[in-house]
């Protein structure tokens, strides 16, 4: 797809930036005794406790409480955090270098849908593999759902962002791995970019912008 005429970027962080795997959380649960947790949470949709944990709506605690409602199970806070920050691994050297070099050019901004539990996760394998806890370096502003309030595919997420920086969503091109947050992106009118299995940011750059 060739997106001309584009001036900014907005990108998700799992499963773009970050290497991430859901299933390594979904067996992590599962060898806890949750043999259901895949119908509790997916790449494709999620229990409500997931979304209000991705709002901010529900803290660490409450998180762990309700896993163990839901599930019926007593499982220790560590086995539950360590299950839960499982699916997140590296993000490779190559796409911070891209992103570096693609800040020359457009204005960059980061649209992440996560929660309290996983952004300490996330520092830590930022400084641990680069040496920075963020990307404050290369994003313009970092948009965390729970730190805002609202969660992708909500169109209000997006039309946030653009009001927010002066953005005209003609001219914003939105990258996520997760075909339900395209969908609520163009909504907002902003153009997009589906991140298809198996793909990475180094393989569609440049050809999605020229």
Not at 9 to 32: R, S, W
Not at 70 to 93: Q, R, S, V, Y
Not at 117 to 127: A, K, S
């Amino acid at each position: 797809m060739a997106a001309k005429n584009i001036k900014n970027i907005i990108f998700d962080l799992g499963g773009v930036i970050l290497n991430i795997d859901y299933d390594l959380t979904i067996k992590a649960f599962t060898a806890l005794g949750i043999h259901d947790f895949k119908a509790l949470y997916s790449q494709a949709g999620q229990n409500h406790l997931f979304d209000r944990l991705d709002k901010g709506h529900v803290d660490t605690q409450g998180f762990i409480d309700e896993i163990q409602e839901l599930t019926g199970e007593h499982i220790t806070k560590d086995d539950i955090l360590n299950a839960w920050n499982a699916m997140l691994l590296e993000l490779p050297k190559e796409r911070v270098e891209l992103l570096e070099k693609l800040k020359e050019d457009y204005r960059l901004f980061l649209l992440s849908n996560t929660n309290e539990i996983h952004i300490p996760v996330y520092n830590d394998i930022l400084e641990d593999s680069h040496g920075f806890r963020d990307l404050a370096h290369i994003f313009e502003k970092q948009y965390y759902s729970f730190e805002i309030g609202m969660r992708k595919p909500d169109v209000e997420i997006y039309e946030h962002v653009l009001e927010e920086n002066g953005l005209k969503a003609e001219e914003t091109l939105f990258i996520d791995d997760s075909k339900q947050h395209l969908e609520g992106a163009a909504k907002a009118g902003l153009r997009t970019y589906w991140l298809k299995p198996g793909e990475t940011i180094l393989d569609v750059f440049p050809v999605i912008l020229y």
